[in-house]
């Protein structure tokens, strides 16, 4: 099982970037996918969740209106476009696979298989 964080690095307030985290070494459409981050000295926490299908989507707070999760299954590929970005978005991001029960769906404990982290800074 693999999964490949990129798309991070250094932008401007108010600027954009899209996360890419590919997947390989299993049945990507069977699992749900995760992103989350880790700022430096805080806890790690759940950005957003996307459903096998897609049809069922979830974000932290306070990035709802500023990022949006999409996946392509033909391409074992999900995306993060992040846009409006702020300082305190400043953080390395992660995506992980699982099949998180509900209550799990922003937790760390709901998903199994993690990718190496992509850092994201927003500084001008």
Known sequence: VQLQASGGG??????S???SCAASGFAFDEFEIGWFRQA?????????CISR???????????????TVSR??????????MNSL????TAVYYCAAGT??????????????WGQGT????SS
């Open 53 to 67: 299908w897609g049809d069922s989507i979830s974000y932290l707070d306070s990035v709802k209106g500023r990022f």
């Open 40 to 48: 430096p000295g805080k806890v790690l926490e759940g950005v957003s």
């Open 72 to 81: 392509d299954n033909t391409k074992d590929t999900v995306y993060l476009q």
């Open 100 to 113: 998180p029960i509900i209550s799990e769906i922003m937790k760390s404990s709901g998903f199994g298989y």
């Open 86 to 89: 702020k300082p305190e978005d």
């Open 10 to 15: 250094l932008v401007q307030p108010g600027g």
């Open 17 to 19: 970037l899209r996360l």
């Open 119 to 122: 850092l994201v800074t927003v």
